[in-house]
């Protein structure tokens, strides 16, 4: 059986389909119409409109070529070798022309109105080579009979065949317009109807569409809302779990300190001591981590101060206590001494030292094992950078990282993952912001920011004198 999700998707995708192919369907037609309407007007400029204008052009020829014959008849000697020169010229443009029209493409029956034109030609020459001949033979009132008795009708018969074309492809042009225009007529009438019924189909769509979004928007409400219930329970279970577990471990912390000169002589008892006081630590990271998270969701405390410097030192001096900053070189660059920002110290070193401890463990196994710690005024807030020298955060993984539970991949160091989503908590609730972004050379650069105190305000305004102090501690 179909879930609803299921069903709502299908419906989606149908509905889309239909749209779709609508657009395609429309599309289709009027460039299948727009094919038609190029080869119409194809025809037109390849056959049509050409053939019109040479055949036109024939007939114009002939026309005056019939003059030019009379001319020729009547011209003084003097004038006769122009006039003969005159008569030839307008016969070879005859030709001209009809060689011109006979390359084109050719209608249905516009072979059969042509055969005939060639030998109407031949007699039209014929006429003309007796009217030259009388002419040169001196006899001149013979020459203009001919001229008029056999040269006019003669090319009359041959300028009839021509117009008959001319009326042919006259007539397909006449259709092909009629055609083209009735084609256009087609596109306009197709696309405003499947342009209508896409029209239709889209607000029905958009009202369906409306009404499952509303649906899923509720659906979203009740789920955040039941979501931030469990959270609000999650948190308060979290938080006094990581209290109560807090109680033993200080008092096993106090009874291993008592132990300690005990075990001094005894090099087994020193060792197992050690470890001992490993697992405390360790318990107690992951025990502050679930509190701090559990913490975090709350509002700030008001009028929160916190001075940069000393606890950034505070940090430090922690990280090189702890067995997890062995061998790794921390380097420190910090703002003026006297930078504030608007939380508590605890809140500060909560998110520093969050940042600075999975820095120092993403350096392990690394040939560097360098953290750089950073902390610089930017606006009307100080901006805290730790890089580091490790494997660095997989591309698309830069938000994941920040969610709780969560572990970049590949990672092999103890906790719950809680650290990074802590330091997001802390920080958003204080008005920041928080992110990380690859490191040039390998590794990556946590950062995040929180609005310098309202004491600090103008000195935030002011430029830094010179470049920040750096101090190193290895």
Known sequence: ???????????????????????????????????????????????????????????????????????????????????????????????????????????????????????????????????????????????????????????????????????????????????????????ADAAFLLNLVTLVLTAVMAVWLWRVVRSFSRLQVDHANLVERRAQELELFGSRVAHDMLSPLS??????????????????????????????????????????????????????????????????????????????????????????VRCTSGVLASMLGNLVRNAIQCTRGSASRRVVIRAARQGDRVRFEVQDTGPGIPEGFEQAIFEPYTRGPGTSQGGLGLGLATVKRLCEAHGGEVGVRPAPGGGSIFAFTIPIHADDRSQADAPDAGRPPRAAAS
Request: glycine share 6%.
């Open 1 to 187: 059986m179909l879930t609803s999700e299921g069903r709502v998707s299908r419906r989606l995708f149908a509905a889309f389909a239909v749209i779709a192919m609508a657009f395609v369907t429309s599309g289709v037609y009027a460039n299948w119409l727009s094919v038609r309407i190029d080869s119409e007007s194809q025809i037109l400029v390849t056959n049509a409109l050409p053939s019109i204008s040479h055949l036109g052009a024939a007939l114009d020829a002939l026309s005056d070529l019939e003059v030019a014959v009379a001319d020729y008849a009547d011209a003084p000697a003097a004038e006769r070798a122009g006039a003969r020169s005159r008569v030839d010229e307008l016969r070879r443009r005859v030709d001209d022309e009809l060689s011109r029209y006979r390359a084109l493409p050719r209608y249905p029956g516009e072979d059969a109105l042509y055969q005939d034109e060639p030998h109407a030609l031949r007699r039209v020459d014929a006429a003309i080579d007796r009217v030259v001949a009388e002419v040169a033979a001196g006899g001149e009132l013979a020459a203009r009979a001919t001229a008029d008795r056999e040269v006019r009708p003669r090319v009359d018969r041959a300028a009839g065949l021509l117009r008959q074309l001319l009326q042919l492809n006259s007539a397909e042009a006449s259709d092909g317009a009629a055609r083209i225009q009735a084609t256009r007529r087609q596109v």
């Open 251 to 340: 008092s096993l912390t106090f009874c291993l300190a008592s132990f300690k000169a005990a075990a001094e002589g005894d090099p087994k008892l020193q060792d197992a001591m050690r470890r001992a006081r490993e697992c405390v630590v360790r318990a107690r990271g992951l025990v502050n981590g679930l509190l701090e998270f559990a913490r975090s969701g709350g509002e700030p405390a008001p009028g929160g101060r916190a001075e940069v410097a000393p606890v950034v030192h505070q940090i430090v001096e922690e990280a090189r206590v702890v067995d997890l900053a062995e061998r790794a070189e921390i380097e420190v660059a910090l703002p003026l001494p006297t930078c504030a």
